[in-house]
C-alpha cells in the first residue's frame, strides 16, 4: 500500500469517527427527552408479554400522581424527576428512565467519575436541605436516582448530587441490600433495553427527624418501583432503613403493595386494563439473576 492510498484512508476513517462523535452527542442529548413523549394514537387493547405499551395520554411514564393532602413541588431536571416534600425536607418520589445505552456509557472508561462531585442544595426548591444537616446524624446521603445510572452524562451526575434526590439512610442499609438493588437495575436495563424507575421513602407517624433544625424526616422504609415497556414488565422492592437479615430478592413485591403503602399511583399513563395487570405480578424469577459481589 502506497503513502497516497494509506492518506486517503485516513482521512476517510478521520472522518467517519467526527460523523460518530456528533450521532453520540445527538444520542445523548435525546435521551432523557423520550419518557416524557410516550405517547400512542391509539390505546393498546391487550397484554401481552413483550409488547411495548407507551403513555396514552398527556400524562409520561415518569408521572406519579400524588395524593392531595401531600406536600409536593415536581421538579423536572435533566435525567430525573424529583417529586419534593418542603415539610418532610426529603422527596416524595424520584422518577427517571434508564436505557441500555446509558448504562453503557455509564460503565465506559470515559463515564463520570462520582469522586469528582459534591452534594449541593438546590436554592430554587422550598425546603431543601444543604449537604452539612446530616453532618454527626448517624444517617448517610442516600441517592434516591443513584449516581451509578447518572455517569453517562456530567449534568446528570450533577443534578443527581442535588439534596432534592437525597433522603437519610442508615450505612448498613444503603451500602447493604438497597445497593444490591440498585446493581441489579442497572443490569437490567442491559437486557431489558429502557427502564423506568421509581424510588422514594415511605413516611409514617412520628418518624426520627434530623439536621440543625430537628426538621429532615427519617423514613422507616424505603421502595423502589421498576417498569420495563419493552418486555411488559413490572416489579417493586420494600426495604427497612437498617440492615436486612436476607438477601435482595426477598424483598421483591407488587407496585399494588408500594402504592397501599404510599397512596402513590404509578404508571397512570397506561391505560388501565395494562396497568391492573402488571402491578398485580410479583414476578422476580421472569427478571434475568444478578449475584452481587458481597
Not at 486517503?8 to 478521520?14: E, K, S
Not at 430537628?214 to 422504609?221: L, N
Request: aromatic share 12%; with cysteine.
Amino acid at each position: 500500500m502506497n503513502k497516497k492510498t494509506k492518506k486517503i484512508l485516513y482521512l476517510v476513517g478521520a472522518v467517519i469517527l467526527i460523523l460518530l462523535g456528533y450521532k453520540g452527542v445527538d444520542l445523548k442529548n435525546s435521551f432523557y427527552k423520550s419518557a416524557y413523549n410516550d405517547e400512542l394514537p391509539t390505546p393498546q387493547t391487550s397484554v401481552d408479554e413483550g409488547k411495548h405499551y407507551q403513555s396514552t395520554g398527556k400524562e409520561s411514564l415518569l408521572d406519579v400522581r400524588l395524593p392531595e393532602r401531600l406536600d409536593n413541588q415536581t421538579v423536572r431536571y435533566k435525567a430525573i424527576t424529583v417529586y419534593f416534600n418542603k415539610y418532610y425536607r426529603v422527596p416524595n418520589c424520584v422518577a427517571y428512565e434508564l436505557t441500555n445505552t446509558m448504562t453503557s456509557m455509564a460503565d465506559s472508561r470515559d463515564a463520570e467519575n462520582r469522586a469528582n462531585y459534591k452534594f449541593e442544595r438546590d436554592h430554587d426548591v422550598k425546603g431543601c436541605p444543604d449537604w452539612w444537616d446530616y453532618k454527626e446524624s448517624g444517617y448517610t446521603r442516600g441517592h434516591m436516582a443513584p449516581a451509578m445510572d447518572m455517569r453517562w452524562d456530567k449534568t446528570a451526575m450533577s443534578q443527581c448530587f442535588l439534596m432534592t434526590n437525597i433522603c437519610p439512610q442508615l450505612d448498613e442499609m444503603n451500602d447493604g441490600e438497597w445497593r444490591h438493588v440498585e446493581e441489579a437495575v442497572h443490569k437490567w436495563s442491559r437486557t431489558a433495553g429502557r427502564l423506568i424507575v421509581f424510588t422514594g421513602p415511605i413516611f409514617s407517624n412520628n418518624m426520627k427527624r434530623i439536621g440543625k433544625h430537628q426538621d429532615i424526616a427519617v423514613p422507616e422504609r424505603f421502595f423502589k418501583v421498576i417498569y420495563s415497556p419493552g418486555q411488559n414488565r413490572a416489579i417493586a422492592f420494600v426495604m427497612e432503613n437498617k440492615k436486612m437479615a436476607n438477601s435482595w430478592t426477598n424483598y421483591a413485591t407488587t407496585i399494588d403493595k408500594v402504592e397501599a403503602l404510599t397512596g402513590y399511583d404509578f404508571l397512570a399513563s397506561l391505560e388501565d386494563k395494562v396497568e391492573n395487570v402488571i402491578e398485580s405480578k410479583e414476578n422476580i424469577k421472569d427478571w434475568p439473576k444478578y449475584y452481587p459481589n458481597r
